[in-house]
């Protein structure tokens, strides 16, 4: 049987296509390439280029391929898109989404690992954040996130669909092979290392008077490599008959941007120079996760957890792929 990975041709996606393979399993990746990259992916996976809304050609890549679960990340990820584009965010997260769990139970796939995101969580009350927060999403991509929870907990009530949707924190890092390449790039860490390479003349840092030790946004930051072991371990928890669960995925640990910009200083040995601007709308103070729950229920254990090790990777791989995929 085969894992069917929405998304493989994305950032996270692409590390765990990897992961799974090297663990023995089969997988098939289903991806647009919209904003993902072919080569990504290596050419001897079977590929499927097309939209987890197309009902029709999902249905034939399930009857031509023995698919016991689901993986999915393909999504649309940008908060700033989807304040102003939030029809989109809906139509591709929310209803395409749906449409991708209909056509899996009516083909007898019971099995789904979903990207969800601490952006569900909107404005917190309480850091570090646990699974039990309330979730009221502060812009139409958590939303839309948030919705598809909803969807896979009723079809869980109504067909018996078993889902673990994993809460993802501040995704980083890179693999020797795969690293982060968006287009815009919007995630810290990229930037940084962008400003390091000399790519950028200089990295801003939006908020300098939050309540936090040095002024700045302080976020949680997994290394890829450990979101794709704890995408292996939902599969494995959920194919020895667990139930449906939301789990936090983060370290536990904050990290300031100043904090990110210097390390970034000494992993690189470069100049960065970053400009203070003001807060971006929206943007918490601390977002952190209580991650005790995938320990407990998937024996999950970062291991790459520290944050030269973080930056380290995904400089390593910016210096071999300066331009990140091609084209
Ligand atoms: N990167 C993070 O820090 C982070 C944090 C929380 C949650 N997430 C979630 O994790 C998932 C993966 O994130 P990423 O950073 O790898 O994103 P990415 O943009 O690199 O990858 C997403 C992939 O999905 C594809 N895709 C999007 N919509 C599609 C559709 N309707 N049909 C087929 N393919 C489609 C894109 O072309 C792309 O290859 C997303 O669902 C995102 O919301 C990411």
Request: hydrophobic share 40%; glycine share 10%.
């Amino acid at each position: 049987m085969a894992v069917l990975i929405t998304g493989g041709a994305g950032y996270i996606g692409s590390v765990t296509v990897d992961l799974l393979r090297a663990r023995g399993e089969d997988v098939v990746v289903l991806d647009d390439v919209a904003r993902g990259h072919r080569s990504a992916v290596d050419p001897d996976v079977p590929f499927y280029k097309g939209r987890t809304g197309d009902r029709a050609l999902v249905a034939r890549l399930l009857g031509e391929r023995s698919i016991d679960a689901c993986i999915h990340f393909a999504a649309l990820a940008y908060v700033g898109e989807s304040v102003s584009e939030p029809g989109r965010y809906y139509s591709n997260n929310m209803a395409e989404g749906l449409a991708l769990i209909e056509t899996l139970v009516a083909a007898g796939v019971k099995r789904f690992v979903f990207s969800s995101t601490c952006a569900t969580y909107g404005e917190p009350e309480q850091v570090p954040i646990p699974e039990s927060h309330p979730q009221w999403p502060v812009n139409p991509y958590g939303w839309s996130k948030l919705m598809l929870e909803r969807v896979l907990s009723d079809f869980d009530h109504a067909t018996g669909l078993k889902f673990v949707a994993l809460r993802y924190f501040n995704a980083a890092g890179a693999t020797a092979q795969r690293g982060e390449h968006h287009v815009p790039e919007t995630h810290l860490i990229p930037l940084i290392l962008d400003a390091a390479a000399g790519r950028r003349s200089h990295i801003s840092i939006f908020g300098t008077d939050y309540p936090t030790p040095d002024g700045t946004a302080v976020r949680d930051y997994i290394h890829v490599s450990d979101l794709a072991t704890a995408h292996l371990q939902a599969l494995t928890h959920l194919r020895a008959g667990g139930a449906s669960e939301c789990i936090n995925l983060g370290t536990g640990q904050g990290h300031s941007v100043l904090e990110v910009i210097e390390t970034a200083r000494r992993v690189t040995g470069r100049r960065i120079d970053a400009q203070r601007e003001g807060r971006r709308a929206g943007d918490p103070a601390r977002l952190i996760a209580v991650s005790d729950k995938a320990r407990r229920v998937l024996g999950w254990e970062p291991q790459l957890g520290a944050l030269a090790t973080i930056v380290g990777s995904a400089w390593e791989w910016k210096l071999a792929h300066p331009e990140g995929y091609p084209n």
